[in-house]
């Protein structure tokens, strides 16, 4: 598998960025591993299941498993919130109309043919954001309060 992975740590305003970006695949455990990496263990098994939905849509509805195509994650950690953002190079139209709200506190009919996803993320995440026009899905979760300073 290739991937390539950008680290900007930024000591002096207390923030630590990255991106990561790699070809189209179902293969995300290591991927996974190093958007992990500065969370705590006591969140990362809700988190590593909310970020492996989002990455298996990313490559299966997005870019519709083309190995020559790419996704990016670009990570960020802010005094309050950590923050992923993941972009894929497909060219479908995402049509929420088919689906219940990122927002919805129940979970999609079992024979809908969408919306678990977004369910699961929303469950998961504090913040769950689609822009359509820039495909780019950001996932934002609050930094527990004992790890603020």
């Not at 293969?27 to 591993?33: A, G, N, S, V």
């Not at 009919?109 to 996803?117: I, N, V, W």
């Not at 998961?124 to 954001?129: A, G, P, T, W």
Request: hydrophobic share 40%; net charge neutral; glycine share 6%.
């Amino acid at each position: 598998m290739v991937f390539s992975v950008m680290a900007l740590p930024m000591p002096a305003t207390g923030r630590c960025q990255g991106t990561i970006s790699f070809a189209s695949t179902l293969y995300l455990c290591p991927i996974l591993d190093l958007l992990l990496a500065e969370i705590p263990p006591s969140i990362q098994p809700e988190i590593r299941l909310g970020l492996q939905e989002a990455l298996v849509n990313a490559a299966k509805h997005g870019n519709q498993l083309d190995p020559g195509k790419t996704i990016a994650v670009r990570f960020s950690i802010s005094k309050e919130m950590y923050w992923w953002t993941i972009s894929d190079q497909g060219t479908q139209t995402f049509h929420p109309c088919c689906c219940q709200s990122a927002d919805s506190d129940t979970l999609p009919d079992e024979t809908s043919e969408c919306g678990r996803g977004l369910f699961i993320l929303s469950q998961i995440f504090d913040r769950v954001e689609w822009n359509p026009q820039e495909r780019q899905l950001r996932l934002g979760k609050l930094v527990p309060r004992w790890r603020k300073s």
